[in-house]
């Protein structure tokens, strides 16, 4: 393991899954391979991933490796700041994505798509983002899969777009970054709410109280690796091995059972994203 990833933490009492995670870009920003990462993961009892696309390529790269690996779920998507930048490529990429629709049943998921508007601040931009969202939220209602949603500083327009097309039986709030009445308007509609390190950093107090009133039937907990490591490793790569910082913290602030925690969020995950792995 590389010497700038952080140590392993104390092992999980129970087998969990984290709900969100990419090991390609974990490769990238630290050496640690997939196979090393899902190793690491496993010994301390985060037994199963979703691995996530943000364009064709990684889209490929993740039905790869949860081909390869029956502890791995793919979701496919092009990212909203990637739709934004691939401008009047755009559909060409739509069209490239969708073929890999149905290829495999190792597809759980649709995205992450979405809205972001910290990064994409044209409407050009904006307008492409919304064309991609439309497109992959119609993909997961045709083809029966979880929508995985990013949303940055955009969380009334991703609602409205939500309700415009048509929302799809299953949808996951990747990386939750909204206060406690966005956390309510996504709860009355039925969307499970994902909390990634950011939880745990001093000052998203607000997260955390969107965090208190989450129901335990609709909590996923993520690590987003590489991005996001959790306290007390804040700026250093993240990767699966990590999730159980975040969900210590989270069972700690509920007041709750930690394997009780661990075993509510991956039924939580089998809810969203239909069972798999070893054992199903």
């Not at 199963?48 to 490929?60: F, P």
Request: aromatic fraction near 8%.
């Amino acid at each position: 393991m590389s010497a700038e990833l952080p140590p392993w933490p104390e092992r999980l009492p129970l087998r969990t899954t984290d709900a969100h995670t990419h090991a390609g870009s974990v490769r990238e920003y630290s050496g640690l391979t997939e196979a090393d990462a899902l190793a690491a993961a496993a010994a301390v009892n985060v037994t199963r991933l979703v691995e996530v696309g943000t364009d064709v390529a990684s889209s490929r790269a993740a039905i790869a490796l949860a081909e390869a690996y029956p502890q791995v779920i793919a979701a496919v998507a092009i990212h909203p700041n990637d739709a934004a930048r691939l401008g009047a490529s755009l559909p060409t990429a739509l069209a490239e994505l969708e073929s890999l629709l149905g290829s495999s049943d190792r597809i759980r998921g649709v995205g992450e798509t979405g809205l972001d508007y910290f990064r994409t601040t044209d409407d050009q931009g904006r307008r492409l983002q919304r064309e991609a969202f439309a497109a992959h939220i119609a993909w997961a209602t045709q083809y029966d899969l979880a929508l995985v949603i990013h949303d940055r500083d955009a969380h009334a327009d991703v609602l409205d777009v939500l309700a415009a097309e048509g929302s799809p039986s299953r949808v996951q709030l990747h990386c939750f970054s909204g206060d406690a009445d966005f956390a309510r308007a996504c709860l009355d509609r039925g969307y499970y709410l994902s909390f990634p390190g950011t939880v745990t950093f001093k000052a998203n107090e607000a997260l955390r109280e969107a965090l208190d009133l989450t129901p335990d039937d609709r909590l996923l907990v993520e690590t987003d690796a590489p991005y996001l490591t959790p306290m007390p490793f804040r700026g250093k790569p993240n990767s699966s091995y990590l999730l159980p910082h975040t969900l210590r913290f989270i069972a700690d602030r509920r007041g709750a059972d930690l394997a009780e925690l661990c075993r509510q969020v991956a039924d939580n995950a089998s809810a969203l994203f239909g069972e798999w792995g070893s054992d199903g």
